[in-house]
């Protein structure tokens, strides 16, 4: 029997009001997404899902507060650290962002080697691919796209741009879910979601869950 699999992608949203509806610090908030999305991986792995891709730091998120971001930036150390956990679940590791060489490009070393090390450590692995997207944003992706066409004067085409995206070997977007519910985008995979199904959620990410999973799998059918 060949299932259909499909492509989950996730804007994992409601960290800090999670944490504030607590009386917790934002960053007990971070924390508990980041073990949601542990938990998410996992009950992904087991269904008809090939891709699974989680926007995990924005372009847009370096403005906030520096204590806020260094803890992110180490929860996305620990993320990429679950190698144990993600071979068990035959899980492969994948990351688009802004190229760490490229001007702009914030990334710290730290964090670029343990993105390098995590892909490494499950190249071998043959189930879903879970990309995270650190330093992210989809207007600089196809822009980039747009110039890397002009420069090596390529026709601009659909499969062209398509091509010259971060990763040009991840499918369409099936579902789109997001969190905390906010009905917008904010920079997401522009490219990819164009025939996309939404699954708008009023959950915070850290509440999100397989039951949750489930229910946006199901507008697919
Ligand atoms: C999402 O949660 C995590 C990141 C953007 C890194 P937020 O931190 O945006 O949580 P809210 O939106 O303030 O509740
Ligand atoms: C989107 O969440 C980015 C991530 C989930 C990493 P934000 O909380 O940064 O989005 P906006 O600014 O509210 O649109
Ligand atoms: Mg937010």
Avoid at 21 to 36: F, Q
Avoid at 62 to 85: S, Y
Avoid at 188 to 208: E, V
């Amino acid at each position: 029997m060949e299932a259909r699999l499909v492509h989950v992608a996730c804007i994992m949203d409601g960290n800090g009001r999670w944490a504030r509806k607590r009386g917790l610090p934002r960053t007990a908030g971070h924390t508990a997404g980041e073990e949601s999305l542990s938990d998410v991986v996992r009950a992904a792995s087991k269904r008809e899902i090939s891709h699974l891709t989680v926007f995990g730091f924005s372009t847009e998120n370096w403005v906030r507060p520096r204590a806020e971001v260094r803890h992110i930036l180490g929860l996305h150390k620990k993320l990429f650290g679950r190698i144990k956990e993600l071979n068990e679940n035959n899980v492969r590791i994948n990351w688009i962002g802004r190229p760490f060489d490229e001007p702009g490009s914030r990334t710290p070393v730290y964090v670029q080697r343990a993105i390098r090390k995590a892909i490494e450590d499950t190249s071998a692995n043959t189930g879903m691919v879970l990309t995270v997207a650190f330093d992210y944003g989809s207007r600089a992706e196809i822009t980039r796209a747009a110039k890397n066409l002009v420069r090596d004067k390529k026709i601009i085409t659909t499969e062209n741009l398509s091509r010259n995206l971060y990763d040009s070997t991840l499918p369409p977007v099936d579902v789109l879910v997001r969190t905390s519910g906010e009905s917008r985008i904010s920079n997401f995979l522009l490219w990819q979601i164009s025939a996309a199904k939404i699954y708008f959620t009023d959950r915070p990410w850290p509440d999100f869950d397989a039951v949750e999973l489930d229910v946006a799998l199901s507008l697919l059918s």
